[in-house]
């Protein structure tokens, strides 16, 4: 076993077993977009105190992220200023007064709210709607049912971070729905790559910048308290157990290679998140399997899809299937592996059933204190039964959902003309690939074994020899797979083919490539 | 019946080049033996690049040559007749081991290696006496060398650690992905056959097969041409409609049609593909042995009234292969993209359907279809079509849904040239534009014409559709605009520029053909050579998909893969556009104050701007 990091001295949560395998935490419901958000806003906030991607001493991190109140009130929750508008029609200064008015009455999370600063700014109460909803309709993740205080502006620039809140009239909580940690554990892996700085470089360059035209145009309906940088609030508590991992220098190296593209402005960003989610996908996989003592890596079948069923679907199916219930699996070895450690052993045979219990509190931080009481039984077994099943309905709610939800995310799985989810890329992930794996052109045969060898995805017959010489697929089966990505590459502009089965990936972002012709 | 049943040594010998499940005469070294063997007459199309071949093994300066291509292009067929012409023998030839050598003028030994992929790996270090002479170290000797790119590049790697070959693995995979024919530093010189276009080759191999000695067989056969229409020969019928009355048949002038099309789409088919198409077109039928005809089933076809099935139009698609078969071969699973058959019109359907009875489509039936009582309404197309009208045919129409679908295929290729705006032709195919596209833009400007303004200004209204994601009806100029945020978002609302469509100041969108003879669509920003033209490569389905946004009907079945390398043309135009900025020194912006322009459709459906300012 890998050497874990010891865990932080207080534990708010009912035992601690996911955490103790993944970090705190893997949350299904941050959806990678959401992740990349709080990432952001951690780097952004470390940036103003100097020391971005530099961990000195593990899990210490505590960073001070902004709320950015006045601006997600005029963007979000803001549904009057339309109907004010029409109601004062041709009266600029009548729409602006009642507006002002009507804002500082129903804004929420602000003390003593005061939008006046803002009519000076436009030369018109019309020209400002128009830049509000300019700005709105740039939400990521688009149109969805959140609360208003969970949905955030595209992040053209520092101006537009601020964290995820609960807010309820004056009160604000953070009661971390969205921005779960899963994003802190991204910053400390990548803190932890060895690549810190030269990630850092890039990151000032191309999507922390102040001075970027949207960025400027963010800033322009904030008010200047809310620009300049606070840090009167400090965030802790995240972890991450393993101090080096070959999966975080993978995801800092992929990540620096699509900065050296050369990909217009923000169009890295999907990308960026893309990439990100397959290694986040490595990482929840790899550490489970670890605890299950499988020496080898995950692996995925990727069905490119196929107008009709194919075998190769069958199995992408099955490969689904078999890593999906990885992480369940493990949390059960994890746990039981405590019976067999002599500590245990020896609490049986002197029939111990508080001592026990202490192993277990010790071990998973369970039961806690207060509910020490709700747990009486007869015997060790009965005990770590229960445990089992809190731990397994625990992880049930969350983290088991995080491989179908994530992959689904990114684009790699999908259910498409099956009832069963199945890995079956789309075309901006199989580009976010090219784009990571093609420094400027590779041979076909050579990009599927450097996707095998880096992410584990199994799509030609070169590497599903496992599956063929099983005999649970034939070769042309696989080799038919590869084809079809071969014709999607191409037909996307990402592959050249010369005559019989000899073709070349090209990276259309390379950046030794002048980019006039497609 | 006639009693002698009529058997063709040449009607089987062309079998052997179709679909059939080993197709011996795919090889090009297969065939020389048959034709030894039986006397037969080869096949042959002219090699076209033979003459250069021999010049350049001739001159004072030879380079060494690799022929590369798809298999099927013709590759063995060159070397063989390059040794032949300079002097080799057919026994030399066909002797085994796989290189051959042979002194040519100038003292130098020319090495001819038939095929790479046969190199025996003690045989490998030829190469590096390739690479030597590649570089200038052995003028006494010489190469050609016929490979398709994937073998050469892995026989390559084999010797890429010798000191000699270094470098040449480079070389070579650099010319090949960037066609470059010939080095600059290197005697080498790369002809890929895959660039032998099938529209030039496919009347060649019409003509070579068509008029070939073989069918003098058939001068006797009672089928060929019987009085009785009923009675006659499928295998004659479809030779002579292939033949054509003129020189300019309409079912030629569409299948190149075809054929070229799938070319701009960067679909290569090679000569054995096409004499593959050729012979199926001929012989193919559903319920032949191994679908393809032989003289001694014809009786029995004609008796069972099925010479429909043998239709030349069915067989183009190969219609007569099961479906597994038919998609797994490249020419069919290629024109199939076509979707002839399947896509219906009205106007051609109610003809089809109703045209019997209906006194106003009366004309054209007789015209389409009475007037072909072979392969149009011939006897079982008549009661079925009768049986469907009144509605008792047993299975409900759907067999004679089948036979529409066949008769939408004949039509295809037969309605006249001056009739296909009339019957709106094209709408037969998945590309509705393609018959627009291949004559008024493809043909006219490759002969130095220009495309009519009225096309420019559809693909122009089209790329503002998708640019902006606003339903907007601008066609005089291209408005750049951004979401602000990645180029991924659906609506682009920030203006950034326009360009004008007419020359204007340097700004211009024209539709060219580049040096290479692809054409594209060039958008000019400025007239500064340092900011060259932005182009993108018009093929049949980017055309056909500008012109269905630009009028408003985009079927689903066209899918994201045009818009991504619509919004990848925008990127770049953004981008040439950012160095026009700069070059004019429009990239500054001021501290205190930032203007935006944002877009909005006007009452006509036009793109208006509207400025906002802000100040701080």
New interface residues.
């Given amino acids: 076993m890998r050497a874990v990091l010891e865990r932080p001295a207080k534990i708010d949560s009912d035992m601690w077993v996911d955490e103790a395998i993944w970090g705190h935490r893997l949350y299904d419901e941050q959806t990678p977009w959401l992740c990349f958000m709080e990432f952001l806003n951690v780097l952004n906030a470390e940036m103003h105190a100097a020391r971005a991607l530099k961990e000195t001493s593990p899990n210490t991190l505590s960073y001070s992220p902004q709320q950015r109140l006045y601006l997600r009130n005029i963007l979000f929750n803001n549904p009057r200023m339309r109907v004010i508008e029409r109601e004062f029609r041709n009266d600029n200064h009548a729409q602006w007064e009642k507006w002002i008015e009507t804002m500082g009455a129903d804004s929420a999370g602000i003390q003593t709210p005061n939008f006046s600063y803002l009519q000076s700014r436009f030369s018109s109460f019309e020209d400002f709607i128009d830049v509000v909803e300019f700005l709105s309709s740039s939400t990521i993740e688009g149109e969805n049912n959140k609360r208003w205080s969970s949905l955030f502006i595209f992040p053209f620039g520092p101006d537009c971070l601020y964290e995820d809140l609960n807010v309820k009239g004056t009160n604000i909580s953070q009661d971390r729905r969205f921005f779960a940690r899963t994003g802190e554990l991204l910053y400390l892996m990548l803190a932890r790559s060895g690549k810190g700085e030269e990630l850092l470089k890039h990151f000032e360059d191309r999507i922390l910048n102040n001075d970027s035209k949207f960025n400027r145009l963010v800033s322009a309906i904030q008010p200047d308290v809310e620009l300049s940088h606070s840090s009167s609030i400090k965030r802790e508590g995240a972890y991450l157990p393993y101090l080096d991992l070959p999966e975080y220098k993978a995801i800092a190296e992929d990540w620096i290679r699509l900065f050296e593209c050369n990909i217009p402005t923000y169009d890295v960003i999907p990308h960026l998140i893309n990439v990100m989610g397959i290694h986040m996908l490595i990482y929840s996989l790899n550490r489970a399997k670890e605890v299950l003592g499988q020496s080898d890596k995950a692996t995925f079948v990727l069905e490119i899809v196929s107008p009709k069923k194919t075998v190769v679907r069958e199995l992408s199916a099955d490969s689904f299937y078999e890593n999906n219930l990885l992480s369940r699996s493990a949390v059960e070895r994890y746990i039981r592996q405590v019976s067999e450690t002599n500590e245990w052993q020896s609490a049986i045979n002197s029939n111990e059933l508080l001592e026990c219990r202490d192993i277990l509190k010790k071990k998973f931080e369970w039961p806690k204190k207060s509910k020490e009481d709700d747990y009486d039984f007869d015997s060790p077994q009965e005990l770590l039964n229960a445990l089992l099943e809190n731990a397994i309905n625990r992880h049930n709610q969350h983290l088991n959902k995080f491989h179908n939800v994530w992959s689904r995310e990114i684009g790699l799985s999908s259910r498409r003309g099956s009832r069963r989810y199945r890995y079956a890329p789309q075309d901006l992930l199989i580009k976010s690939l090219v784009l990571c794996v093609v420094p400027s052109r590779m041979e076909f045969q050579d990009f599927l074994e450097e996707l095998f060898l880096k992410y584990g995805f199994i799509i030609g017959d070169k590497q599903a020899s496992s599956y063929i010489n099983s005999g649970r697929a034939d070769q042309e089966a696989f080799s038919e797979n590869a084809s079809r990505l071969e014709q999607r590459l191409s037909s996307m502009g990402l592959l050249k083919r010369l005559s019989d089965g000899c073709a070349y990936v090209e990276n259309p972002f390379a950046s030794r490539e002048e980019l006039n012709n497609d | 019946m006639t009693t002698s049943t009529p058997n063709s040594s040449w009607v089987n010998f062309l079998r052997q080049y179709g679909p059939i499940p080993s197709n011996d005469n795919m090889y090009d070294e297969t065939i020389q033996r048959i034709v030894k063997k039986k006397g037969i007459e080869p096949i042959l199309i002219e090699a076209p690049y033979l003459a250069e071949l021999i010049e350049n093994f001739n001159s004072e300066n030879p380079k060494s040559i690799i022929l590369?291509?798809?298999?099927g292009?013709g590759k063995t067929y060159h070397s063989r007749e390059t040794w032949y012409e300079l002097g080799g023998t057919f026994e030399q030839w066909e002797e085994s081991g796989n290189i051959k050598k042979i002194s040519i003028h100038y003292g130098k030994t020319l090495y001819v290696i038939k095929d790479l992929s046969e190199l025996a790996p003690e045989e490998r270090d030829i190469l590096i006496l390739f690479a030597q002479c590649i570089k200038g170290k052995r003028a006494d000797v010489l190469f050609l060398i016929a490979a398709?790119?994937?073998q050469l590049?892995e026989a390559l790697k084999q010797v890429d650690e010798d000191d000699d070959a270094k470098g040449i693995l480079n070389i070579i995979e650099d010319m090949?992905?960037t066609d470059l024919p010939e080095h600059p530093r290197f005697d080498l010189r790369l002809y890929?056959l895959?660039r032998i276009s099938a529209a030039w080759a496919l009347p060649r191999v019409i003509e070579a097969v068509t008029a070939h000695d073989g069918w003098r067989e058939c001068d006797h056969c009672v089928f060929r041409d019987h009085h009785d229409v009923e009675l006659r020969c499928p295998i004659w019928e479809n030779k002579k409609r292939l033949e054509g009355e003129q020189a300019n048949s309409v079912l030629r002038t569409r299948l190149i049609d075809l054929l070229e099309l799938c070319e701009i789409n960067?679909v290569h088919l090679p000569i054995r593909q096409l004499l593959l198409l050729v012979s199926n077109m001929i012989l193919g039928h559903p319920e032949a042995r191994d679908r393809l005809l032989r003289c001694q089933e014809i009786p029995n076809i004609i008796e069972k009234r099925t010479t429909a099935k043998a239709s030349i139009y069915r067989n183009i698609f190969g219609e007569n292969l099961p479906e597994r078969r038919r998609e797994s071969t490249a020419v069919f699973e290629t024109l199939g993209r076509f979707g002839i058959g399947n896509e219906t019109s009205n106007k051609i359907d109610n003809i089809l359907i109703f045209g019997e009875d209906d006194p106003e489509l009366k004309n054209n039936y007789q015209e389409l279809m009475l007037s072909d009582t072979y392969y149009g309404a011939d006897y079982t197309y008549k009661i079925h079509q009768k049986e469907y009208l009144e509605g008792i045919s047993e299975d409900e129409g759907a067999n004679f849904l089948q036979l529409v679908r066949s008769q939408r295929q004949r039509l295809f290729f037969s309605i006249p040239e001056g009739r296909v705006d009339e019957f709106k032709l094209w709408e037969l195919t998945t590309f509705h534009y393609a018959g627009e596209f291949l004559t008024k833009v493809y043909r006219t400007i490759q002969q130095g014409g220009r495309a009519s303004s009225q096309v420019i200004s559809r693909l122009v209204k089209g790329l503002n559709r998708i640019s902006t994601g606003l339903l907007t009806k601008t066609l005089d100029k291209l408005i750049l605009a951004t979401?602000?945020?990645?180029?991924?978002?659906r609506?682009s609302?920030?203006f950034e520029s326009s360009i004008s469509v007419m020359r204007d100041r340097g700004e211009s969108v024209q539709i060219k053909a580049d040096s290479n003879g692809k054409i594209n669509i060039e958008v000019s920003l400025s007239s500064s050579p340092s900011i060259?033209a932005?182009?993108?490569?018009l093929h049949l389905i980017r055309y056909e998909f500008l012109s269905r946004v630009a009028e408003g009907a985009l079927p689903g079945s066209f899918s994201?893969?045009c818009y991504?390398?619509i919004l990848?043309?925008k990127?770049?135009l953004?981008?040439?556009l950012e160095r026009r900025k700069v070059e004019d020194g429009e990239n500054e912006?001021f501290d205190d104050s930032?203007s935006?322009h944002?877009l909005k459709l006007n009452a006509e459906g036009n793109i208006d701007k509207?400025t906002?300012?802000?100040?701080?």
């Fill in positions: 590369t291509g798809t298999a292009d398709n790119d994937g590049l090949m992905v890929n895959s960067g979401s602000g945020s990645h180029s991924q978002a609506l609302k920030i060259p932005v182009k993108l490569y994201r893969e991504e390398d990848a043309f990127s770049r953004l981008k040439q912006y930032m935006l944002i509207k906002v300012e802000v100040l701080y």
